[in-house]
Antibody
Framework: QVQLQESGPGLVKPSQTLSLTCAVS??????????CSWIRQPPGKGLEWIGY???????YYSPSLKRRVTMSVDTSKNQFSLNLTSVTAADTAVYYC????????????WGQGTLVTVSS | DIVMTQSPDSLAVSLGERATVNCKSS????????????LAWYQQKPGQAPKLLIH???TRESGVPDRFSGSGSGTDFTLTISGLQAEDVAVYYC?????????FGQGTNLEIK
């Protein structure tokens, strides 16, 4: 059973960079069995897909966030990361990491989520 | 982007009754090559992460009670909960994984009447 755990600062100042890491256990990112995904949910709102990264380093980012998003993967640590630059209050959300079955599949395993608040 | 639209936005159903949530995509999420529908349903309870219930439009994830069923193809899909239980109170989302960017419906809030 794959388990995911997000970590990172819960508070980020406006214009700074939000950085989160997702540690994966119970499965190997290097297996190539899934895409490593990020999804966010503003308080009281719905789910927004941010993008995903494959173990090879290939990425796809949502066009609405593409200019500000970078994802990376560290197969030696079995974890992947999200960087979101120039944050504003609109980026305040619970951020989830999840796995999507490769080559195509639903989001089958999710982390518990971490709330990131953008505020000075 | 493929737009996913759910109806209704909220729903109140009596215990033991049937709940139906609809999801419509702005274009087909079915591949001609394999005839599969790239559509998933998730359940999100308060304070929890979403949980995958159904994928390929009608395949229940392991461990999901059989009162949950999915149907539909092309652009129109339905999640049915037969015999609503108290623990089914949640927000339900549909999502397409036919194309990138992946997109979700706005969610349907299911309550007990």
């Amino acid at each position: 059973q794959v388990q995911l755990q997000e970590s990172g600062p819960g508070l980020v100042k406006p214009s700074q960079t939000l950085s989160l890491t997702c540690a994966v256990s119970g499965g190997s990112i290097s297996s190539g069995d899934y895409f490593c995904s990020w999804i966010r949910q503003p308080p009281g709102k719905g789910l927004e897909w941010i993008g995903y990264i494959y173990y090879s380093g290939s990425t796809y980012y949502s066009p609405s966030l593409k200019r500000r998003v970078t994802m990376s993967v560290d197969t030696s640590k079995n974890q992947f990361s999200l960087n979101l630059t120039s944050v504003t209050a609109a980026d305040t959300a619970v951020y989830y990491c999840a796995t999507e079955g490769a080559p195509d599949g639903a989001l089958d395993y999710w982390g518990q989520g971490t709330l990131v608040t953008v505020s000075s | 982007d493929i737009v996913m639209t759910q109806s209704p936005d909220s729903l109140a159903v009596s215990l033991g009754e049937r709940a139906t949530v609809n999801c419509k995509s702005s274009q087909s999420v079915s591949h001609r090559s394999d005839n599969k529908n790239y559509l998933a349903w998730y359940q999100q309870k308060p304070g929890q992460a979403p949980k995958l219930l159904i994928h390929w439009a009608s395949t229940r994830e392991s461990g999901v009670p059989d009162r949950f069923s999915g149907s539909g193809s092309g652009t129109d899909f339905t999640l049915t909960i037969s015999g609503l239980q108290a623990e089914d109170v949640a927000v339900y989302y549909c999502q397409q994984y036919y194309a990138t960017p992946r997109t979700f419906g706005q969610g349907t809030n299911l309550e007990i009447k």
